[in-house]
């Protein structure tokens, strides 16, 4: 498998590239998204509750950001992300069925069917 900057790089191209190419470079960008998303809601966090964001933090962040899609660039995906977070691995698929159940009983929502019923909506 290629990497997913050269996976990204075909496909901008118009060249062809392979189902799994695909899909791993789809989990791997949304990986990124993930931890990306997290380091934001950290540091919105700190402002909201009025402490201190020193600049270090925030070059901190991004540094950490830098680096882990500077990592996943020159790897394959399906490399990137580990057995440990491959679809095809039945210990994550549990794991999935696990956090959907405990989500829904914390909640009451059944946040599977209601990701499938979005058509598309992220909210």
Known sequence: MRTLLE???AVKDNEEVTLDELKYALLA???LWHFDKNDLSRLRSK???GKPVLSIVCK???DRA???VKAALEKNPKEWLGWKNDPKNPEYQEFRKFAFALAKKATGI???ENLRNKEGSIS
Request: zero cysteines; charged letters at 45%; hydrophobic letters at 50%.
């Open 7 to 9: 996976i990204i790089e």
């Open 29 to 31: 960008i949304d990986a």
């Open 47 to 49: 402002i909201i509750e």
């Open 60 to 62: 901190d962040a991004r």
């Open 66 to 68: 830098f680096h882990r």
């Open 110 to 112: 059944d946040f599977r």
